[in-house]
């Protein structure tokens, strides 16, 4: 009944993530339908708003969210230790004309990536899955350049056992404060830890944790000013 529960909260939420209620004085009865309002549309929004990065999506599965990243990424290196869920991801990619994605099949605790390869490295519901969530960050930080950021999405701690079997989950999500300690552990400064997601009656809340890698001290600069770009 407990996952049952789950799943159906889960589907009530893309609901109302893709055809959500507007509420207000001038909505009919206070409640009001508005096509076309979705997460999916403000993500690539915002992604109008950043620069041409490289990305490590690390732990990619079968690569909803490193296509999502493709649109606005000067290129994506998506990882994952299952060569049939990359198959899949890159089908998907295929069939949606995204070229500026490289698959590469590697473990958490060992990227197949060379140090300060990247602008970010992305870990979304990965580290979860994770033996040793510190290694899995450790190796995020070596292949994310000084200045460039670790971006973490991943369940705040639950009470839902059966994800271990159902799912394969190793740990059950992570408490708000051990999350960041893990960042700041790993040398990653500027961390921050905020609810990215959350339901009454819905067991599972989405955390949205970041770092940054702290530039050498002859590098560093004044507040607003940006690294130079390298050339691939």
């Not at 701690?157 to 700041?184: C, K, M, N, S, Y």
């Amino acid at each position: 009944m407990r996952q049952d529960e789950a799943r159906l909260q889960e589907v009530l939420r893309l609901r109302r993530e893709n055809f959500d209620r507007h509420d207000g004085p001038d909505a009919r009865e206070g409640r009001q339908l508005v096509p076309g309002r979705s997460w999916a549309a403000w993500a690539r929004a915002l992604g109008h708003l950043l620069p041409p990065l490289e990305i490590a999506d690390i732990g990619c599965g079968e690569g909803y969210l490193t296509i999502e990243a493709a649109r606005w990424a000067a290129h994506v290196t998506a990882i994952d230790r299952s060569a049939a869920v990359l198959a899949r991801a890159k089908a998907l990619a295929e069939r949606r004309r995204v070229t500026n994605v490289t698959w590469k099949r590697g473990d958490l605790a060992r990227l197949p990536l060379a140090d300060d390869a990247v602008d970010v490295a992305l870990l979304s519901q990965a580290l979860h899955h994770a033996p040793d969530p510190a290694r899995a960050i450790a190796e995020a930080v070596r292949i994310v350049h000084p200045g460039g950021r670790v971006l973490v999405l991943d369940l705040r701690a639950h009470d839902e056992p059966w994800v271990r079997q159902q799912f394969g989950d190793v740990h059950l999500g992570f408490a708000d404060g051990a999350l960041g300690t893990l960042l700041a552990r790993a040398g990653l400064a500027d961390v921050r830890v905020q609810v990215g997601s959350r339901k009454t009656g819905d067991p599972f809340t989405v955390l949205i944790a970041s770092g940054v890698k702290p530039l050498p001290h002859a590098e560093r600069r004044a507040p607003g000013t940006q690294r130079p770009r390298r050339s691939r």
